[in-house]
């Protein structure tokens, strides 16, 4: 539990140990095989034949829509951005195109790994921004970048599930109208320990109006994301929040579908909001901004057709 001091700054107030009610955070119950870690373990693990009958089924999806990963890098510590690379080479939905934007990363490895993994895969394009804008900026690079008919959001040191962008184009391909798909998640610590699942209902207007429940992996139409303005400059922090609102506007809730599957591991380390607002000090700050200002309409709707 955190809370906003009246001076700006964000503070934790209460953290549930692990031994606390297991009713309260179902993934920490340490009784025998009812905790998140047996479930996986039992129904949500992808062993190497799994892997193997993945890829001949996304091979065999020769008509499925090009999908673009959007990545905005800046700076991420070489392992974690290797690995995320890697999550994506292991797609076993081989129509996919990486867009990455490096946001003008001081570190000059960086720049080092990502030229060499775009050498190695032609499906890899780069762009490496003059000076740092920030997150907006540099996922409108990477916008700039694709070619896709659908983007799918990716963070620099998470990672992809072997079948996410597999299950994306099953769904693509049932349901040709969706405008906006998005899956459940967890959280990965360091030691690639997943914990934390998000396990999210169908769309619910009321929800995403309180928290970004579509978050990741999140999946767009790409003409519907270039026509709405792309990512706004002034919601960095909550600008996939702010995107994803501006989608159910401008499409309504039919076009927008759940795919009930964990396909995205969220990192988290030091400076990830995956452990708390107050790793990222702009995040508070501009989503109290960002909610003052555009979120105003989309309230203002919503009372109305609570009326």
Request: net charge negative.
């Amino acid at each position: 539990m955190e809370c906003k001091r009246s001076d700006g700054r964000w503070v934790l107030l209460e953290e549930l140990p692990v031994a606390a009610p297991w009713i309260a955070w179902p993934w920490k119950q340490k009784v025998s095989g009812q905790d998140y870690e047996t479930w996986v373990h039992h129904y949500d693990t992808i062993h190497a034949d799994d892997l193997v009958k993945l890829r001949q089924t996304g091979a065999a999806l020769t008509d499925g829509p090009l999908i673009s990963v959007l990545l905005p890098v800046y700076n991420t510590p070489l392992r974690w951005l290797k690995r995320v690379i890697e999550t994506v080479l292991g797609q076993a939905y081989p129509k996919w195109e990486l867009c990455i934007a490096d946001d003008a990363s001081p570190d000059p490895q960086v720049r080092k790994t990502i030229e060499s993994y775009a050498a190695g895969d032609p499906r890899i394009k780069v762009v490496f921004r003059p000076s740092n804008g920030h997150i907006v900026a540099a996922t409108n690079s990477a916008l700039e970048l694709a070619t896709g008919s659908f983007v799918a959001l990716l963070d620099h040191d998470d990672e992809l599930r072997p079948h996410a962008l597999l299950e994306m184009a099953r769904e693509i391909m049932g349901n040709p109208e969706a405008a906006l798909i998005y899956s459940d998640e967890d959280h990965l610590d360091e030691a690639g320990v997943r914990y934390a699942p998000y396990f999210k209902p169908d769309f619910n207007y009321d929800l995403l109006l309180s928290q970004n429940c579509v978050c990741h992996l999140g999946v767009y139409r790409a003409d519907l994301v270039r026509q709405l303005g792309g990512f706004r400059a002034g919601t960095e922090g909550a600008q996939d929040w702010d995107l994803a609102l501006r989608v159910f506007e401008a499409v309504g809730r039919d076009r927008i579908h759940h795919i009930p599957k964990i396909l995205y591991h969220w990192r988290s380390i030091e400076g990830s909001t995956a452990r708390g607002v107050s790793e990222k000090s702009y995040a508070p700050a501009l989503e109290g901004k960002w909610l003052r200002t555009t979120c105003h309409e989309p309230i203002r709707r919503w009372r109305a057709w609570k009326r």
